[in-house]
Structure formats: structure tokens, C-alpha cells
């Protein structure tokens, strides 16, 4: 049964259900500040200890070399291309279960058709996840027939226990923050994900909930602390993100600039920059001091980490673009 929820909710396990009372993080005002103030003390990501800046965060798993948003895809992509980072999306369905899945439909990446949140987790797993992945404008579909399933965030997890991830809700309920951080914490992946949402009231359920994981900005975060920047006031900005996640331009407005990342390391918060899938532009952000780069070609950006000196060319490998 699908949940209309107007508030914070507590956290929901993979099976949806409460977690135990004892589980259940709802820190009072005192006990919020002291977090702060111990996560303000490191770095952000300093609990990604297995990960070191810049970052290649692979866009839906590498969404131009793989089959987005798939178990598979990821699993080629981390075997050909390393990304630090598999950056995917969740969404609820009619039967409450967390799926990872860009779209509100189906019908861009399946053989089938209907809102994600209108369809039961059984038929969603019925369909062919790969069944439209092209990696030559429409020549071939190799990846069709051949089992290819949207997941859960669960079956993610239990597929890569020992991956990073970078999770965006997609759903403006709050409900699905609940759901998240549950599973999160059930999974035991504190440590490995850092959670986004254009939904102001989403994000900050899930800091409520557990302010111990990794926090990417809200679209009105970034706008203010953009903002105040600007005005020379920058230094004013307070805020408990771990990381921005933004374009190079918005519009006519030049955000990642060697002054936002300057700002925004003075306050430990990483730079991810989306999504930039050429070298180019790739080496001229990390050249800026970006943290990471969001990419649907994570072939593309190894090759730039490589030339740039950040990552090692296997052996009789040409030091060439």
C-alpha cells in the first residue's frame, strides 16, 4: 500500500517494516549539535577511508558504456573503468519497495510501460533492464535478453557490500527517506553513501534520522551558499552539507569557479561536478581543485585521471589522451 506522508516518519528496513525502538536514531537538539560538531572536526567523506579525491562518481553506473541503473552495469563498469563512486537513483513503488531507477517510467530504459510508482516491485522485475542500452546509436542492443534487471537498493547493497555509492531520492515523499535510511542502516552502509534530493523537507528528514551519513546539498543550499559567495560574504554561509553537487554552469551563472571551490573547501565540503563527460572539460575541473566528477563515461574520465597523474597507466600502456 502505497504511503502519502506529509512528515518525518521513522526509518523503515528492507522489508518494511519499523526498525526497533532501540534502532530508531531521534536525537535531541544536544545530542544533533555534538554530531555537528564532531563531523564539522573531519573532513567530508573521512569515513570513505578506501577513497581518496578526485573522484570518478559513475552517472547511473557509466549510463553511455553500460546499462544504467543495473547490478550489471555496475559490474562491468568497476571491472573495466574503477569509479570510485556509483552515483543511482531510488524510487518508490506501488507496493512500497526502493528501486533503483532514473525515471519516473519505465519506458526510456525497459520493454515495458507505466509510472514506476504505479506498478508493483514483481512487475517492475519482470521487465529487460538492458533491453535499449545501445553503445552505437541503435546498431545493436547487446545487452537485451540477457537478464538484465532493475534492482533494489537492497540487492545493490548486498551486491557491492564493499562499494561507495551516491544515492539521489527521487521522490518528494518523506516516507522514502525513511525507507532509505532504514536500509542504510540495516545493510550496515553508513560509511559508504552519501545521500542527495532536490526535496528540501526529503534531505532533511534523513538528517534527522541519521546525521551521521553523508549529505550532498539541496538545490536551495547551493543557491544560498552560490549567493553569499558572489557578495564576497561567503564566509557567513552555515551549513551542515558534506558535499555540493552542481554544474559547471547554470544558466548564465558560472558556479564551479576556483573561488567556489576555494569556499567551499574552507568549510570541508567536496565539489562533485555533473555531468561532464568530456576530457577536456574533465581536466579543466580537476585542474580547479574539484573533488569529483560526475560522469556517464567513466572510460573517459580514467583515461584523464591517468594522463593527469592521478591514477597509474597499467604496465606498455601509452601515457596518451
Known amino acids: 500500500?502505497?504511503?502519502?506522508?506529509?512528515?518525518?516518519?521513522?526509518?523503515?528496513?528492507?522489508?518494511?517494516?519499523?526498525?526497533?525502538?532501540?534502532?530508531?536514531?531521534?536525537?535531541?537538539?544536544?545530542?544533533?549539535?555534538?554530531?555537528?560538531l564532531a563531523m564539522s572536526?573531519?573532513?567530508a567523506f573521512a569515513f570513505l577511508d578506501r577513497t581518496e579525491p578526485p573522484l570518478i562518481l559513475?552517472?547511473?553506473a557509466g549510463a553511455l558504456v553500460v546499462p544504467e541503473n543495473t547490478i550489471?552495469?555496475?559490474?562491468?563498469s568497476r571491472i573495466r573503468y574503477r569509479p570510485d563512486v556509483w552515483e543511482l537513483d531510488v524510487r518508490l513503488t506501488a507496493d512500497d519497495s526502493l528501486v533503483v531507477i532514473h525515471d519516473e517510467a519505465v519506458d526510456r530504459t525497459t520493454n515495458g510501460s507505466g509510472l514506476v510508482r504505479e506498478m508493483t516491485f514483481t512487475r517492475i522485475r519482470s521487465?529487460?533492464?538492458?533491453?535499449?542500452?545501445?553503445?552505437?546509436?541503435g546498431k545493436t542492443y547487446p545487452w537485451r535478453g540477457k537478464g538484465v534487471r532493475i534492482p533494489t537498493i537492497g540487492q545493490v547493497f548486498d551486491s557491492f557490500p564493499d562499494d561507495n555509492f551516491n544515492i539521489e531520492i527521487k521522490d518528494s515523499l518523506t516516507y522514502a527517506a525513511a525507507r532509505l535510511v532504514g536500509?542504510?542502516?540495516?545493510?550496515?552502509?553508513?560509511?559508504?553513501?552519501?545521500?542527495?534530493?532536490?526535496?528540501?523537507?526529503?534531505?532533511?528528514?534523513?538528517?534527522?534520522?541519521?546525521?551521521?551519513?553523508?549529505?550532498?546539498?539541496?538545490?536551495?543550499?547551493?543557491?544560498?551558499?552560490?549567493?553569499?559567495?558572489?557578495?564576497?560574504?561567503?564566509?557567513?554561509?552555515r551549513t551542515?552539507?558534506?558535499?555540493?553537487?552542481?554544474?559547471?554552469?547554470?544558466?548564465?551563472?558560472?558556479?564551479?569557479?576556483?573561488?567556489?571551490?576555494?569556499?567551499?573547501?574552507?568549510?570541508g565540503i567536496q565539489v562533485h561536478v555533473w555531468t561532464v563527460n568530456d576530457a577536456e572539460a574533465i581536466k579543466r575541473l580537476l585542474e580547479m581543485g574539484a573533488d569529483g566528477v560526475i560522469t556517464d563515461r567513466p572510460d573517459v574520465a580514467d583515461r584523464v585521471f591517468k594522463t593527469m597523474g592521478f591514477r597509474k597507466f597499467p604496465r606498455n600502456t601509452r601515457n596518451t589522451p
Open 1 to 36: 500500500m502505497k504511503k502519502t506522508d506529509s512528515s518525518c516518519l521513522s526509518p523503515i528496513n528492507a522489508s518494511g517494516k519499523p526498525l526497533h525502538k532501540e534502532k530508531i536514531l531521534k536525537p535531541g537538539r544536544r545530542a544533533r549539535a555534538l554530531v555537528v
Open 41 to 43: 572536526a573531519v573532513p
Open 58 to 60: 559513475a552517472h547511473r
Open 72 to 76: 550489471e552495469g555496475w559490474a562491468e
Open 127 to 137: 521487465l529487460d533492464a538492458g533491453f535499449w542500452f545501445t553503445p552505437d546509436s
Open 183 to 237: 536500509i542504510i542502516r540495516e545493510k550496515r552502509m553508513q560509511n559508504q553513501v552519501v545521500v542527495a534530493s532536490v526535496y528540501t523537507e526529503v534531505l532533511e528528514c534523513f538528517r534527522e534520522f541519521d546525521p551521521s551519513v553523508a549529505i550532498a546539498a539541496t538545490p536551495d543550499e547551493v543557491r544560498r551558499f552560490v549567493l553569499w559567495g558572489k557578495m564576497g560574504l561567503g564566509f557567513l554561509a
Open 240 to 267: 551542515t552539507m558534506d558535499a555540493v553537487q552542481v554544474p559547471e554552469y547554470s544558466g548564465s551563472i558560472h558556479v564551479v569557479t576556483p573561488g567556489f571551490v576555494k569556499r567551499c573547501h574552507r568549510k
